[in-house]
């Protein structure tokens, strides 16, 4: 018993080696009267000497398993063998205060919390951002805005009333509220409005939310056993699992005794592989959801639009003397409005004389509306289209001027847009497209390639206007630091491909250059350039007797030259036949809504618009 107290073991271990020790010493006796009448005497001698040794044997065993015992425990190792039966802490472990909820998105815990207020859980507008980007945020006029099929809503923060298509309603709460500087959007709300699974449990709080199903690794649970906070018996518990649970696997651990699961009600943590089946592949189930349907126009032929350069009113009156060469051409966009300031005013160029010139015709008209003020400028454009007020002063203007010119569409032209203005760049497509089709006129959008303009958000702009529209050219521009064309055709071919992975290509526009550049490269290697139509181009390469020769790789005529006059070396891509006849077959190749060229007047010949026509039928 000493030895045990000395040891630290207990009670019932000291009484284990002392019946231990007494049953030892009762055989040793049951031997010796044995052997005393049942052997001689030099054999009852011998079976003495021989019990004696067994008997030190004995002893010396049980005092090296007390030391072994001691030992371990003084050092903690039974500790360790001991396995963690204790429940994790899970607001510690997630930093969650009262009324706070974690929130898992797609199989991962967020650093971002939910709240509780109002009976409801919300979560954070920048979370929520990624699950659903329609909602947009005018933080400075403090206004979430919701674009819906029946109108848009705009909701105030902390009321549960809101506007829907400028009519008041009521919710029986509200769906936007702030706390602590942050914007909240109510789940429910969300949940309703997005594809998507969405639980909220407590005891404790979480949100589990998913977005994105793909083929995933599960399991199913052997036996009962506990998912803990990390790999390892030491760790702390979240909850028991039962026999036959499905989990997802993330990490199966690769031939280590622990995998990291996921559980359906939003667990992330480790089990014993010995305690789950064999992972197998599984293809998560999408929930039942229905997409809004947003109104759209689509004309029941190929589109073929010419874009005209009007840069003043008195331009307006050539449309008369150029309608009859421009053969084929279905729609006009001519450019004719554009920003004064930064209050959102505009300067309209409009005629409605040359809308009737072309109604005459058989053309539509869908005006241009670039963001132009003196030049574009992403910066002017943050500061009108940030405000919700200059975005409506903005749309009040258009709506005046569909009306005056008996205009067929709007053609919506905003270059260089920055990353930090694309929010409300987008929200405002939203507004425009609403208004377009509550008069009835046809909403188009012009883009860069998106390999430019994925900022852009392509597939919303998709949904929202009747047509995009590729610029397909500027692959080189003024400014770029090496030579080349305009548009190669791997260059027209990819922004196609680009588009149309993210908008119907019943809905794409493709835009042609009908200009070209003419690179100048001197002494020292500096490379500069200028835009001139068709005829110039080649009108340089004729005055030096050069013969343009086709360029495989760019798919073009090709010249150069070095100059008599400046020493300089110069090269050409040639806009002409070959070129448009290979981009016109494209539209046909890629099934897409039309064709535009930039830009009226950059032509060599009628014949150019007659081979348009000719190709993408």
């Given amino acids: 018993a000493s ?33 005393k009448y049942s052997l001689h005497k030099k054999k009852r001698k011998d079976k003495v000497t021989h019990m004696k040794k067994i008997r030190r044997m004995w002893c010396l065993l049980c005092v090296f398993a007390v030391v072994f015992i001691s030992a371990l425990t003084g050092c903690g190792v039974v500790d360790e063998l001991r396995s963690e039966t204790g429940t994790v802490d899970y607001n510690s472990v997630y930093g969650l205060s009262d009324g706070q909820y974690a929130i898992m998105l797609n199989h991962e815990m967020l650093d971002a919390k939910g709240i509780e207020q109002n009976g409801q859980v919300y979560i954070d507008l920048n979370t929520v951002a990624q699950i659903n980007s329609r909602l947009y945020w005018d933080n400075n006029e403090n206004l979430v805005l919701y674009a819906t099929p029946d109108g848009m809503m705009e909701m105030t923060p902390d009321s549960s009333q809101y506007l829907l298509g400028g009519q008041t309603m009521d919710s029986d709460y509200p769906i936007i509220i702030q706390s602590d500087g942050l914007l909240y959007v109510s789940g429910e709300f969300l949940s309703q409005n997005t594809k998507m699974d969405y639980s909220v449990y407590t005891d404790p709080n979480r949100i589990v939310m998913q977005t994105e199903w793909n083929e995933v690794q599960t399991t199913t649970v052997t036996d009962k056993t506990p998912i803990r906070y990390r790999g390892g018996i030491k760790s702390e518990i979240f909850r028991e699992l039962d026999k036959g649970e499905t989990l997802i696997v993330l990490d199966d651990g690769s ?113 241009m509306f670039s963001n132009e003020f003196d030049n574009f400028d992403s910066a002017m454009t943050d500061e009108v289209l940030t405000y919700t007020s200059k975005r409506r002063h903005v749309l009040d203007q258009i709506s005046q ?217």
């Fill in 255 to 367: 031939g280590d005794e622990w995998a990291n699961v996921v559980t359906t009600d939003g667990y992330n943590g480790w089990v014993l592989n010995e305690d789950i089946e064999t992972p197998a592949a599984t293809t998560e189930t999408e929930p039942e959801y229905t997409e809004p349907v947003f109104e759209s126009i689509s004309k029941d032929y190929t589109i073929n639009m010419a874009w005209h350069g009007i840069y003043s009113t008195a331009a307006n009156d050539e449309l008369a003397s150029i309608i009859g060469d421009l053969d084929g051409v279905t729609t006009l966009s001519p450019r004719w409005f554009y920003f004064e300031n930064t209050d959102g005013d505009l300067v309209t160029l409009g005629s409605a004389s040359y809308v009737e010139t072309a109604h005459a015709a058989g053309m539509e008209v869908w005006a």
């Fill in 3 to 35: 030895v045990g107290s000395r040891s630290g073991l207990g009670i019932q271990e000291e009484r284990q080696i002392f019946l231990f020790m007494r049953l030892l010493r009762q055989r040793e006796s049951d031997s010796y009267c044995w052997g």
């Fill in 401 to 617: 001027y569909i009306d005056a010119y008996d205009l067929d569409g709007i053609n919506l032209d905003f270059e260089l847009i920055s990353e930090e203005g694309a929010d409300s760049y987008i929200q405002f497509v939203r507004e425009l497209s609403m208004l377009c089709h509550e008069k009835g006129v046809v909403f188009s959008v012009d883009n860069y390639v998106p390999t430019y303009t994925l900022h852009y958000n392509h597939r919303e702009e998709g949904i929202f206007a009747d047509y995009v529209v590729i610029m397909g050219y500027d692959e080189h521009y003024g400014g770029s630091d090496e030579t080349g064309s305009v548009a190669s055709m791997g260059f027209v071919r990819q922004g196609i491909e680009d588009m149309t992975a993210m908008v119907p290509k019943e809905k794409v526009i493709n835009g042609i250059p009908l200009y070209t550049r003419v690179w100048s490269t001197d002494a020292n290697g500096a490379i500069s350039s200028f835009s001139c139509g068709m005829e110039e181009a080649k009108g340089y390469l004729d005055s030096h007797g050069v013969t343009p020769t086709f360029d495989e790789t760019t798919g073009q005529n090709y010249g150069s030259y070095t100059s008599d006059i400046d020493g300089n070396f110069y090269e050409i891509w040639l806009e002409d036949e070959t070129s448009v006849t290979t981009r016109a077959q494209m539209i046909k190749e890629y099934g897409l809504a039309g064709i535009a060229s930039w830009r009226i007047g950059y032509e060599d010949s009628p014949n150019i618009w007659t081979i348009i026509k000719n190709n993408i039928q």
